[in-house]
């Protein structure tokens, strides 16, 4: 997903190994959020950037994230995906995926405030 500079040749991709690889679409209030988490917590792109890439490549992320389905009766986004961010700091991340699809849409993030009160966006 991102530039990596130049070096030594990277490992075989998921394609040239014979797996899946993933379609990532960002949404427009994605790319804003994004915006505006690298100015306030810059410590945290690189967390975010390595999720995206392995959601890429994998289709899912590791248990440290917490990756789990939101379900929660009249929520906003139910259906969505949500993961963490390493750390102390409340950031969530929001996706969307379906099981026979290989498009991830990146929809949200921020803290559970900014998430899970008011309008969805």
Known sequence: ???RG???SPPASAEERGQVTY???FEPQFDADYTTLSRIHPELMDDLDDAIDHLQEY???PEGYRPHVLDN???NY???WEFHLAGD???LVLYWKRADRTVIRMVR???HSDLFQGEVL
């Open 59 to 61: 289709g899912t992320l």
């Open 78 to 80: 139910n259906g969505h």
């Open 1 to 3: 997903m991102r530039h």
């Open 109 to 111: 993030i921020g803290s």
């Open 89 to 91: 700091i409340d950031v």
């Open 23 to 25: 379609r990532i679409v």
């Open 6 to 8: 130049v070096g030594p």
């Open 73 to 75: 009766a009249g929520g």
